[in-house]
């Protein structure tokens, strides 16, 4: 018989099976993949949703865990999310809305994204702005205690003090633990005049957290309020011993001090305020006003004059022109006074300003204001 003059090579049975194997595992591979990132976008909206779902229900671990797996399933996301986080920690307001709104872009529903971002607008003064989107996240998890105390910080930068109060409310109703929220009720209190509701308010936020600097200050504003100087003093320590770098502490207890009749305790305080913060003008302004008092002209001239060279509001240059003025008067320099009082009247020339135009009269008939 005759032989094929070519060998033929034989592949082991096993062999020929493992790579249809591999062929399979490489196609399974390749669809999983193709699913994967179909499927990932859907994913992470539904983790989102249900997040949503259980920071609603007060479940907030299952809530964060949700919304960390939503992020897994979405880099752009994630991305959008922390760098929208971390600039607001910057206080880079400006970028972390940028990154907020891609956020938001990505998933509208993702409510952190709108509490990032109302937050950079709270700093950034966008008032509007800022309760838009706190009211959205709170629309998304109606207990988000953040975003009612937010809003209502919001409020209180805009003397809507009832409704700052309103949202404070709600927020002590949800978490009845959060020592701000009953801190900013009591400050928004203190500027109704309700001095017996802010003590007891700033008072819980001290059970909550002994050593909250703040709720001391509220306490102290409060007492002022009710003359109780003495008292309202004792919380202004308070806030020295906790925070000594706090300028306002230094620079309200001086008004207390001021009340008084401490002029020397005053001027001391105002001047701390000063060194921890050169730029604050009422600092300046308050010192100018206890030097003309205890008859140091010198200086209060010259801290007006600080006081005017950082100034650029019109109201407040307008006040300063005419103390100093009226301390020109004391000095017994009626030219130099003439010449202040009437830059005040310039500036604001309103009724409310008729205190200067007695002093600019007075002047010009070289009579003293006292």
């Known amino acids: 018989m ?16 493992v790579g249809k194997n591999v062929v399979v595992l490489v196609i399974i591979l390749a669809i999983l993949l193709y699913l994967t990132n179909i499927l990932t976008v859907p994913l992470s909206r539904a983790l989102v949703q249900l997040g949503n779902a259980e920071f609603s229900a007060g479940n907030d671990v299952f809530g964060i865990v949700s919304y960390n797996l939503a992020q897994l399933f979405n880099g752009d996301l994630k991305e959008a999310v922390d760098h929208c986080s971390a600039l607001n920690t910057q206080k880079q307001y400006e970028l972390a809305i940028s990154f907020c709104n891609k956020a938001v872009e990505i998933d509208h529903n993702f409510a952190a994204a709108y ?12 008032y ?73 308010d700033c008072n ?12 001391y200050f509220c306490l102290g504003l409060a007492f002022s309020g009710q003359e109780k100087y ?42 701390k305020a000063i ?54 008067t004391k000095m017994g320099d009626f030219e130099s006074a003439i010449t202040s009082l009437a830059k005040g009247i310039k500036i604001d020339y309103t009724s409310e300003n008729d205190w200067c135009k007695s002093a600019l009269d007075n002047a010009r008939q070289g009579i003293p204001t006292p």
């Open 128 to 200: 509007d702005l800022a309760i838009a989107d706190f009211t959205r996240d709170i629309e998304i998890i109606p207990i988000a205690t953040r975003s009612y105390i937010n809003r209502g910080t919001v409020y209180m930068k805009q003397n809507k003090y009832d409704l700052a109060i309103s949202d404070f409310t709600k927020s002590i109703g949800i978490n009845p633990k959060e020592p701000q929220a009953y801190l900013n009720r009591g400050l928004s209190f203190v500027q109704q005049g309700e001095s017996d509701l802010a003590i007891s």
């Open 275 to 328: 060194e921890i913060d050169p730029n604050y003008i009422e600092s300046y302004i308050e010192r100018g006003n206890a030097y003309a008092d205890t008859k140091e002209f010198s200086q209060a001239i010259a801290d007006y004059q600080k006081a005017l060279a950082i100034t650029n509001d019109s109201k407040t240059d307008s006040y300063i022109y005419c103390v100093q003025g009226i301390t020109f």
């Open 204 to 215: 819980k936020a001290i059970e909550l957290d002994e050593k909250y600097w703040n709720a």
């Open 2 to 17: 005759k032989q094929d003059s070519e060998s033929k090579i034989l592949i082991p049975y096993w062999l020929i099976m």
């Open 230 to 271: 003495d008292l309202a003093i004792t919380n202004f320590d308070k806030v020295i011993e906790l925070s000594p770098g706090i300028q306002i502490a230094y620079f309200t207890r001086g008004l207390v001090y001021n009340k008084q009749g401490k002029k020397d305790l005053a001027i001391a305080d105002y001047t």
């Open 115 to 126: 509490s990032y971002r109302g937050y950079a607008y709270l700093n950034l003064n966008k």
